[in-house]
């Protein structure tokens, strides 16, 4: 990086440029990611072009809307025409419409094709991730004419190490891989060594549901088809790992209580952030006011018996904590399918069982501690203990079931995460708290 801004600055532009062919395109998209806007624009300007569009697919959304923004019409449509083409439609679904026109207005025909097949699929779909640049064989050629024309249309293709084979209606019927192409006879034909049996991919398919796909295959790539089984695109590894990565960010921030956002953090403004987490804190802020009411509901109890009120805190915690427990595991088994609703009835009841465990020995944890440290009767204690083991219980069966429901009625189960279990829990463990005071002290 020193040497980079070094070479930069000394204005030893053809120096520079000798050096950073050597590195690789993610390294200088990272160093690049470092640099101060008008250094970055520099370096992107001496990259020689046939390295530029790839270095730019690696650069983050907003520094692709500076650079494309910043260069020349001609030089802008040049980029778009050397990215892959759902690199680009990425790209373009980010710009402002006005940007847009006047980028497709420069772009080659064919990218302009490419990009508004793309962008007419709805968003997160399998037909909006995919790229169109593949290779396709006819079932009747020659091995020998197979890889002269991946030689010719190999070089702008996203991958060459599978090849798809089509029927004359541009049907999917087969896939060959490279290996086979190069391991076999020059005359064998392509429907002799195809293999038949194609797990493919559809358009309308949720993104996460192709990174499922991907996941249980084992597969580097797979096709993507319409409705009528032809061949529309393919999906690559790499685009899996962004599926991933988003869709647990994703998941994360809801399970924090969080809207979900498409920026980094630091490049968050602090009005964005306020805007992303006020909405959950005011809805929990206000179902809290519940577990005030209960208290309220029972302060004449509370005054004859002024310590329960200490143990109010722990018993809430502990309650939301194993509540959280079990909604992260539940939320984590739906979405690996590993858990379907079916099986809610073996869940409830596998969380029982380690309910009883757990509140068991908090339980006798708790009574120990309190015998030894706090000054409190004997009932009071049992009660404090009875009600620890209870809430236990309670919070492990809600925290089990709800994510599963909510993924029955169509919500995304990380929304029923430990913010919203925790607040229904610390209710509920109020309530028997309360009722158990009532009928073991008297009150």
């Keep these: 990086m020193e040497e980079i801004l070094e070479l930069l600055k000394s204005g030893q532009y053809l120096k520079l440029r000798q050096f950073i062919t050597n590195l690789n395109v993610a390294d200088i998209a990272a ?21 530029a569009a790839d270095v730019f697919s690696y650069l983050e959304i907003e520094t692709e809307q500076y650079i494309i923004t910043s260069l020349s019409d001609r030089d802008a449509a040049n980029i778009i025409d050397n990215l892959m083409a759902d690199d680009a439609t990425d790209l373009l679904e980010e710009m402002p419409a006005n940007v847009v026109k006047r980028l497709l207005a420069h772009a080659s025909a064919d990218t302009r094709r490419d990009i508004n097949h793309l962008l007419r699929y709805p968003e997160d779909s399998a037909g909006s991730i995919m790229t169109v640049e593949y290779v396709d064989l006819k079932e009747n ?14 070089v702008d293709s996203e991958t060459i190490n599978i090849c798809y084979v089509l029927d004359k ?13 190069l391991l076999s006879s020059p005359d064998a034909v392509i429907a002799d060594i195809m293999h038949e049996n194609v797990i493919s991919l ?20 797979m096709p993507v088809v319409d409705n009528e089984e032809r061949l529309v695109g393919i999906i690559t590894v790499d685009d899996v790992v962004d599926i991933l990565v988003e869709e647990t960010t994703e998941d994360i ?17 602090v009005i964005e952030s306020w805007k992303k987490r006020i909405p959950w804190l005011l809805l929990l802020m206000i179902s809290a006011t519940f577990t005030g009411r209960i208290i309220a509901s029972f302060e004449d109890a ?21 509540g959280g427990q079990a909604s992260a595991i539940i939320i984590r088994g739906l ?27 908090l339980a006798v944890c708790n009574f120990i501690k309190i015998m030894l440290v706090e000054k409190v009767s004997l009932q009071v204690a049992l009660v404090v203990c009875l009600t620890l083991f209870m809430a236990v219980i309670v919070a492990k069966i809600v925290g089990s079931t709800l994510p599963m429901l909510a993924k029955k009625i169509g919500m995304d ?31």
Excluded: H
Excluded at 141 to 154: D, H, S
Excluded at 336 to 358: G, M, P, Q, S
Excluded at 415 to 433: K, Q
């Design 31 to 51: 160093y690049m990611e470092e640099m101060e806007r008008e250094d970055l624009l520099k370096l992107f300007r001496i990259l020689p072009k046939s390295m």
């Design 141 to 154: 050629l020659t091995v020998q004419q197979a890889i002269e024309k991946i030689r010719k249309v190999g």
């Design 169 to 181: 209606s541009r049907r999917l019927i087969g896939t060959v891989a490279l290996r086979y192409l």
């Design 202 to 221: 559809n358009t309308l398919m949720d993104q996460e549901e192709v990174a499922s796909q991907f996941k249980k295959y084992d597969f580097t790539s």
């Design 253 to 269: 921030e809801k399970m924090a209580a969080i809207v979900p956002s498409d920026k980094p953090y630091m490049k968050t403004s």
């Design 302 to 322: 509370l005054s004859r018996y002024v310590v329960l009120t200490a143990f109010i805190p722990m018993l809430m915690d502990t309650g939301g904590n194993a």
């Design 335 to 361: 979405s690996l399918d590993e858990i379907e609703f079916k099986d809610w009835l073996k869940v409830v009841w596998k969380e029982i069982r380690t309910a009883v465990l757990c509140g068991l020995t």
């Design 413 to 443: 189960p990380a929304v029923m995460a430990s913010p919203f279990i925790t607040t229904i829990v610390d209710a509920i463990s109020l309530l028997i708290y309360f009722r158990i005071a009532t009928l073991a002290l008297g009150i």
